[in-house]
C-alpha cells in the first residue's frame, strides 16, 4: 500500500500546453521530493521541498508544497517533448515512499 | 564521475532458481539503498545499509529476500527459491549521508527480473 497517491495516472498532451499532476500523502514526511524517470533508467530526483506554503521553480517546472505539508503539485509550463516520462513524488524519511506515478507523454 | 551501476541490467530466471543481483555505488557514499519498482507502480523501499550493516530491512517481502554489502561499498541482493510474483526492476541507489537521512540517494538504472 503506497501512502502517497497521485494523479491523473496518465495525461498526454500538446507541445506548448500546460500540465498539473498531483501528490497527496495520508502522512506527514520530513520532506517531499518529485523525481522523473525515463524507461530503463533510474529516477532522478528535480527538487526537495520542505516547507509548508514552499514554492519552488525550476525552469519551466513550478513545485508547490501545501500549508499542512501532505499535498504538492508539479506544474509544467509550455510542455515539450523532451518532458515526457514518468513523474514520482516521494515522502522522505532518510528511506524513500513513492507514490505510483504519472505518465506525462508531450506530443510534438 | 561514475553514477551507481547495477549488473546484470536484465535477468531472466525459472521459478525456483537462486539470483543475485549486484549494485556498485558512487564511490564514497557511505549510505545503500534497495527498491524494488513493479509495473505500473513507483519503487517500494526493501532495505538500508549505513557502511556495513543494514540499518534497516523492514521492507524485505520475506526470508527469501537477503541483501549484503560486506565492505561497505558494493551490495549483493540475493533472492531465494524466486515465484513469478518476484519478477520486478530492482532499483539501487546510494547517498553520501552519514547519517539522519538527509543526503541526496542517486539511483542505479536497475535490474530487470523475469522469473518463467
Known amino acids: 500500500t503506497q501512502l502517497l497517491e497521485q494523479s491523473p495516472q496518465f495525461l498526454s498532451i500538446q507541445e506548448g500546453e500546460n500540465l498539473t499532476v498531483y501528490c497527496n500523502s495520508s502522512?506527514?514526511?520530513?520532506?517531499l521530493q518529485w523525481y522523473r524517470q525515463e524507461p530503463g533508467e533510474g529516477p532522478v530526483l528535480l527538487v526537495t521541498?520542505?516547507?509548508?506554503?514552499e514554492v519552488k521553480k525550476l525552469k519551466r517546472l513550478t513545485f508547490q508544497f501545501g500549508d499542512a505539508r501532505k499535498d504538492s503539485s508539479l506544474h509544467i509550463t509550455a510542455a515539450q517533448p523532451g518532458d515526457t516520462g514518468l513523474y514520482l513524488c516521494?515522502?522522505?524519511?532518510?528511506?524513500?515512499?513513492f507514490g505510483a506515478g504519472t505518465t506525462v507523454t508531450v506530443r510534438a | 564521475g561514475a553514477g551507481v551501476s547495477q549488473t546484470p541490467s536484465n535477468k531472466v530466471t525459472e521459478k525456483g532458481k537462486y539470483v543475485e543481483l549486484r549494485c556498485d555505488p558512487i564511490?564514497?557514499?557511505?549510505?545503500l539503498y534497495w527498491y524494488r519498482q513493479s509495473l505500473g507502480q513507483g519503487p517500494e523501499f526493501l532495505i538500508y545499509?549505513?557502511?556495513?550493516?543494514?540499518?534497516?530491512d523492514s521492507g524485505l517481502p520475506n526470508d527469501r529476500f537477503f541483501a549484503v554489502r560486506p565492505e561497505g561499498s558494493v551490495s549483493t541482493l540475493k533472492i531465494q527459491r524466486t515465484e513469478r510474483g518476484d519478477s520486478a526492476v530492482y532499483l539501487c541507489?546510494?547517498?553520501?549521508?552519514?547519517?539522519?537521512?538527509?543526503?541526496?540517494?542517486?539511483f542505479g538504472p536497475g535490474t530487470r527480473l523475469t522469473v518463467l
Open positions: 564511490s564514497g557514499h557511505t549510505a
Open positions: 545499509f549505513q557502511g556495513t550493516g543494514a540499518a534497516d
Open positions: 516521494a515522502g522522505k524519511n532518510y528511506k524513500l515512499s
Open positions: 541507489a546510494s547517498s553520501p549521508q552519514t547519517s539522519g537521512g538527509s543526503g541526496e540517494q542517486f
Open positions: 521541498v520542505v516547507t509548508g506554503g
Open positions: 502522512s506527514v514526511f520530513s520532506s
